[in-house]
């Protein structure tokens, strides 16, 4: 990420506006303006410049990685990120989850109408940074304004190839009994950025989001030789869902460690004052390896060289499928159950 | 953390497993009251480090769990109403009413907002001067300062758009509804701290008396349930039972004087029903004929919403520890988390939630 890519011009005002009007989704000369002068002028690369109705993308043979998501959030901008660098690292992740090198991602915007140019550049700038981040190119998109009031200022859809440059088959199908579970930080850290940010909670320490890409570390993963059976970031539902969803799907009991699972002090400050539990909420910037257990030490070396909080947290065990548990602070152990879905605070 | 970690201290609380282990000669069975005790009990698995004869029993100190089905119903309709923003703490958005909950209302179009203090209504009420704003006054003496201060600020400020759908509920008539039940198992209890902290520890010393029970006031952190399992197993062993304060860091015998005068002129003693336990005589607080006009039931006409329970369920028994989830034949079949029954499935605390999640995991 270099500096001197950030000395772009801000076109604003946009021909005039300072804000989205329905006429910027209209298919003419203002959609026109808004595409070349936010779009292909933050995004700017070669495919994005034959401005056809796709991409053409060459490929080397081999397996491909796909995957798609939506960006809903509520404020836009928040400590840490933006709608934009959540929308480039939220599906830069999901294909590194399957082991894949993130290589070309689509972009597609619904504005509502009255968002702010100037929104709207700083988000396009965030995927920017974002993209060149995680080594990866926006080469594709679409733009909808729809009418006020039917939109949360913005919504992003952004779909992602990446190269699969292993044989691995990594997936929950493979996880083992016996593996090592690690997480690649600590987590709770989106979700209560968010949560304080919209909610105008004001904490001791303030917190950010840990949003980042994470397909650097995966790959040194991968490289290292580690025989990795299965990734996943814990987004929402935070570590909670995620074990829950694995050790459903494998068909297998995941036995963690409370002590072990790192949080950050201002978190877990702010979780204890709403009620919130830390491992339910929701994290862009971190994810569980499930690895042979003969390579636990080697991968947590790994993980450790890209976040020295990283950690290894528990292990895979062949019995009641679908359990995960938890031994606690003092000795006890309890069931990590599924968050319902909504993060609640509790009355007592 | 400051003020937690202490209380979470591992050698600490061995010390007061190993004490606990070492005074107990038989079995007993304690209720721990508040949810928020269950919470830690639950959280931190001190069930499994307790001696196996020590039976801990969920009591019904949760408003989550023991929230009338009427009052929810009621809670849903007023939420359903387009010109009423319906304010209301975090959790209860997931209790089921009879049919559905707050998020479903919210879902279906409903203002439902979530609030972390009463107080922010007063915002809210202030900024929608054209709308109805109906705060979901729940909970035991613990949210009723909160609550009340509420009520005296918005009839200073003579906010006319602002009323409370009020459910307040009261510990010691509960408490005195499980023991003179002739069913009763339970032979002592953690009293919740922080409703004491409000109300000081008066109350208790005649239930303690006439029922022959220890009441130990306890606070929520692990190494407070033990320090209070700990003087209980001492009192019910030494053949005493007293009201004793294990939470002194927080609750004097006289309580929150300030705080009690306040919901003195607020609120009035009234018979409340109680999910899974029934309609229990001055066991709630209702606001006072002063303050009719914040009353949403009055303001708005609720008056034909009624919900009888499910009547197979056996909620009430299992609260009061007289029988376990496997003895009700709805258990696991009818009545489920995602479609609880009653009060011990409703909250994910409650006995029912809890076996329900074992059993899947054994049997799977």
């Known amino acids: ?348 | 953390m400051k003020y937690l970690d202490e209380y979470r201290d591992a050698p600490a609380c061995q010390r007061y497993l190993a004490a606990i282990a070492r005074i107990t000669t038989r079995p007993w069975t304690i209720m721990e009251v508040c949810g928020g005790q269950t919470h830690a009990i639950v959280r931190f698995g001190l069930q499994e480090l307790l001696p196996p004869h020590i039976e801990l029993v969920h009591g019904p100190g949760c408003p989550v769990c023991v929230t009338p089905l009427e009052i929810i119903d009621k809670a849903l309709a007023l939420a359903a109403r387009p010109e009423v923003i319906f304010c209301s703490f975090g959790d209860m958005l997931r209790v089921p009413g009879s049919r559905q909950d707050l998020q479903t209302v919210r879902g279906a179009g409903g203002d439902v907002r979530v609030v972390y203090s009463a107080l922010d209504c007063l915002h809210i009420a202030r900024e929608h001067p054209h709308k109805q704003i109906v705060f979901f006054a729940v909970g035991f003496e613990t949210t009723a300062p909160g609550n009340a201060l509420l009520v005296a600020r918005a009839a200073r400020e003579g906010l006319s758009n602002l009323s409370l759908l009020v459910s307040h509920v009261l510990v010691p008539p509960a408490i005195e509804a499980i023991l003179s039940s002739p069913q009763n198992r339970v032979q002592a209890f953690l009293a919740a701290g922080h409703v004491c902290a409000v109300m000081g520890t008066a109350a208790y010393q005649p239930l303690a008396a006439r029922y022959h029970a220890p009441l130990v006031v306890t606070g929520f952190e692990p190494l407070d349930i033990l320090q209070g399992l700990y003087m209980c197993v001492r009192q019910l062993e030494q053949g005493r039972a007293e009201v004793e304060n294990q939470y002194v860091r927080s609750v004097r015998a006289e309580g929150n004087p300030e705080a009690q005068a306040l919901i003195a002129s607020v609120f009035g003693v009234v018979t409340r029903q109680w999910r899974g336990m029934g309609e229990i005589p001055a066991s709630g607080w209702g606001l006072s004929p002063a303050y009719r006009a914040f009353d949403a039931e009055h303001r708005f006409d609720l008056a034909r919403v009624s919900a009888p329970e499910p009547a197979e369920c056996i909620s009430g028994q299992i609260l009061q520890g007289q029988k376990k989830p496997a003895e009700c034949p709805a258990f696991g079949l009818r009545c489920t988390p995602q479609h609880p029954l009653g009060a011990t499935m409703v909250s994910a605390e409650g006995t029912c939630a809890a076996y329900y999640q074992y059993r899947n995991c054994e049997s799977a």
């Open chain 1, 1 to 348: 990420m270099s500096e001197p890519m950030f000395k772009l011009n801000c076109p604003l005002p946009l021909a005039g506006h300072e804000r989205v009007l329905m006429a910027h989704g209209g298919g003419g000369r203002m959609m026109s303006v808004l595409i070349a002068q936010i779009f292909r002028q933050a995004f700017d690369n070669p495919e994005l410049e034959t401005r056809h109705d796709g991409a053409v993308l060459t490929l080397a043979p081999g397996r491909l990685a796909m995957s798609t998501d939506s960006y809903v959030i509520r404020p836009l901008v928040f400590p840490g990120g933006d709608i934009g660098t959540l929308a480039v690292n939220g599906t830069v992740n999901d294909l590194a989850m399957c082991g894949a090198r993130p290589l070309y991602l689509s972009a597609a915007f619904i504005l509502e109408e009255g968002l702010e140019i100037a929104t709207l550049w700083q988000v396009a700038l965030s995927m920017r940074q974002a993209a060149e981040r995680a080594g990866v190119r926006i080469v594709t998109g679409d733009t909808k304004v729809v009418e006020r009031g039917h939109g949360d200022g913005l919504y992003i859809n952004t779909t992602g190839i990446g190269r699969l440059e292993h044989a691995l088959r990594i997936a929950p199908a493979s996880v083992r009994p016996g593996d090592a579970v690690l997480i690649s930080g600590d987590v709770g850290r989106h979700g209560m950025a968010v949560l304080a940010a919209r909610e105008n909670l004001s904490f001791h320490s303030p917190i950010e989001s840990d949003c980042a890409p994470l397909a650097d570390t995966v790959m040194a993963l991968l490289q290292q030789g580690i025989e990795v059976h299965c990734l996943r970031d814990a987004t929402r539902g935070g570590l909670a869902a995620v074990l829950n969803e694995i050790a459903s799907d494998a068909g297998l009991r995941i036995d963690c460690d409370d002590a072990a699972i790192p949080v950050d002090r201002a978190v877990r400050e702010a979780c204890e004052l709403l009620g919130l539990d830390p491992l339910q909420v929701a994290n862009e910037g971190c994810f569980v390896a499930f690895v042979a257990q003969r390579h636990s030490d080697a991968a947590l070396a790994t993980l450790r060289s890209f976040n020295p909080r990283a950690a290894l947290i528990g292990a895979v065990l062949d019995a009641q499928p679908g359990l995960v548990t938890l031994s606690t602070e003092l000795g006890g152990r309890r069931i990590l159950d599924m968050p319902m879905g909504e993060l609640l605070p509790r009355i007592c």
